[in-house]
């Protein structure tokens, strides 16, 4: 029932005398009488107010009943309000009454029966009840409908047993390319893909309350796409909800595909690791051992037939041995250029000055002449302070191998803030570099000075290089001949990525 | 087989002249003292434990010093160190390791398994004959051995 209880009876009566004898029959607390005189008013009356029943008096003057009533039932709002028309005739009723079909219609006739009177009056008030209960309804399925027509998801009811579709929301549209009209009455298993037809099937035949699965449905071009069907069963049906999950699973197919892919190449990568270890290690070993076998002999043959021998042969085996060592010491550069790539990099913090303070001190005891080394106060940073206590000796052993034939050799060390990192110097002044070849300063092997020049195998800088970039940073250099060059190097503030 | 005769250092290195030139190196450091060298890992296995050839021959005596290569075909030197230091008696006999490989992961390793000196040889002979010096007036001459 409509949560107002009380209905309202407008009583049209142009003598007071009927409104009161009216009044006197249909008087009721859950009844509210409204009274008024003339067909005018009663307009007024009915077409503001809620109204559920005008009890109207055929012979008013002016307008008479039946004029009041065409336009109420020409009226949207008050049409199906339900008339009671009080006449003192009938045969003048069947005249008039063409075409009021609509709503509920009923004659009283004068003088007015109690009895007949107050029956008429509720039998037509429960029907406008009834009315207005309906109308109500219709409403809520109209919006029902809307909803689930406006849903991205397939809604369906469909009978248990059969699996026959009885009801379809407009999804089937966008989905299955189906007008829902073309699916009611179809069965699902004829637009289930094959694999899926005898679970549903046996689905079919379970009478839990509720239940989830997937399955996929084949659309009008015979495409096949997935859905999570969600059911509720009731009453032999299934109340059903299809969500379209095949973009999803493509996606969750394709990741996998990626994950197995990415495992595939960790597997790759970790066997190329141990090739390349297994490799170094050979060439640790294997490559050394015929130098010693060229080293050695040499300078037996050098000892034991040096009475033999002139001072050019002994001159030219000279040649051989230091070239053995050579090589020797080119392996052990290599080497160790190549352990680096495989350490770890700790990160914890690092006071730069107390790291470098011993390096200088034994770089310049190491120094063949006088060197001036300024260190000025370094900025802090986290990493690992072997490796870069390993890229500070090679920097600083470089500015001093590079300035060792300027007049006043002179070397710096300083850091600078930078954003998002911290920048390392090391700056000399001496036989710099021409910028032209910047790109090849940090190589493997690659050397901008000649041996005779400056000694050295080109793998300092490449192993500086190799540490900074573990640590997420970079490395560059500025420099002139002549004129001197700086090395700098970047660390990021926080280590964001552990490489 | 000649009859066996005991020796002070086992020399355990595949490669001829790698341990000619360490004999030379010995011999040049007026370290006298007797030496087998044996060509390779599984030779070392069958003189220690009397296996192959050495089967049922008394060991002529128990040396003072093994010198160890590392990489050796079949049986390389970390698997003879793990063969003798896990031997009751022959585990009492000083290894040495005299090797080319600096690898950090051999050097854990071998120390590992319980050997008495990790050596990396030198390229140059010089050095050798220096690393050799050592070698011989430490284990030979200062140190004392355990008598087995």
């Known amino acids: ?499 | 087989m000649t009859i066996e005769t005991k020796a002070d250092i086992v020399l355990v290195e595949d490669n001829p002249d790698d341990a000619d030139l360490v004999i030379r190196a010995l011999r040049k450091n007026g370290i006298p003292n007797p030496l087998l060298h044996l060509q390779d890992g599984e030779e070392a296995i069958h003189f220690f434990f009397r296996e192959g050839p050495y089967l049922g021959r008394e060991m002529p005596g128990c040396p003072k010093l093994i010198l160890l290569d590392l990489k050796m075909p079949k049986v390389d030197g970390l698997e003879v160190l793990r063969r003798i230091k896990s031997d009751e008696r022959l585990r009492l006999i000083p290894v040495v390791l005299l090797t080319s490989s600096r690898e950090d992961k051999d050097i854990f390793e071998s120390y590992r398994l319980g050997v008495n000196s990790y050596v990396v040889k030198p390229v140059e002979f010089e050095g050798l004959i220096k690393t050799v010096q050592g070698l011989g007036l430490y284990w030979l001459l200062l140190n004392q051995p355990c008598q087995i």
């Open chain 1, 1 to 499: 029932m409509p949560k107002e209880m009380i209905d309202h009876i407008l009583i049209v009566d142009d003598k007071v005398n009927n409104i009161y004898a009216l009044e006197q029959i249909l008087s009721q607390p859950d009844r509210k009488l409204i009274s008024v005189t003339n067909g005018n008013e009663a307009l007024k009356v009915a077409l503001n107010e809620n109204i559920d029943l005008i009890i109207l008096d055929v012979q008013m003057p002016g307008m008479d009943g039946f004029e009041v009533a065409q336009i109420l039932k020409s009226n949207k709002r008050t049409r199906i309000t339900p008339i009671l028309f009080v006449s003192a005739e009938l045969k003048e009723n069947k005249f008039v009454l063409k075409g009021l079909e609509e709503g509920a219609i009923d004659y009283l006739y004068k003088p007015l029966d109690p009895d007949i009177t107050e029956a008429k009056v509720s039998v037509l008030l429960q029907l406008q009840r009834q009315q207005k209960e309906l109308i109500e309804k219709n409403l809520a399925l109209e919006k029902y409908a809307l909803l689930l027509n406006n849903s991205a998801d397939l809604s369906c009811i469909i009978h248990a047993s059969s699996l026959q579709i009885e009801e379809v929301n407009n999804a089937a549209q966008t989905l299955l390319g189906y007008a829902p009209g073309e699916l009611k009455g179809s069965s699902l298993i004829d637009h289930l893909a094959e694999e899926d037809r005898e679970k549903i099937q046996q689905l079919g035949r379970q009478t839990q309350d509720m239940f989830s699965f997937e399955a996929c449905m084949y659309t009008r071009e015979g495409m096949a796409r997935c859905f999570s069907w969600n059911i509720v069963y009731k009453y032999g049906l299934w109340f059903a909800n299809a969500r379209d999950i095949t973009q999803q699973q493509k996606a969750e197919q394709e990741i996998k595909q990626l994950n197995t892919d990415l495992q595939r190449n960790v597997a790759q990568l970790e066997l190329t690791n141990k090739e390349l270890e297994s490799f170094s290690y050979s060439v640790s070993h294997d490559l050394r051992a015929p130098l010693r076998s060229i080293n050695g002999y040499s300078q037996i043959i050098q000892e034991e037939y040096a009475a033999q021998m002139g001072d050019e042969p002994k001159r030219l085996f000279n040649i051989i041995r230091n070239n053995a060592k050579k090589m020797g010491v080119l392996i052990d550069d290599l080497l160790s250029f190549a352990r680096m790539g495989r350490k770890e990099v700790a990160r914890v913090p690092i006071d730069f000055n107390k790291l470098i303070e011993p390096i200088i001190a034994e770089q310049k005891n190491g120094a063949k002449n006088e060197v001036n080394i300024t260190l000025h106060s370094l900025t802090p940073c986290t990493g690992d302070p072997v490796l870069l206590a390993q890229v500070f000796v090679n920097l600083i052993s470089n500015a001093i191998k590079y300035s060792s034939k300027a007049s006043h050799p002179a070397i710096e060390i300083g850091s600078y803030d930078k954003g998002e990192e911290i920048v390392y110097y090391v700056k000399d002044n001496g036989a710099g570099f021409d910028m032209n070849y910047k790109h090849k300063l940090f190589g493997v092997f690659q050397r901008l000075h000649s041996n005779s020049e400056f000694e050295g195998t080109g793998v300092g800088l490449a192993i500086v290089q190799r540490i900074v970039v573990k640590h997420g940073g970079r490395v560059w250099a500025e420099g002139k001949i002549d004129e001197g060059a700086t090395f700098h190097f970047s660390l990021p503030k926080i280590s964001k990525r552990q490489l």
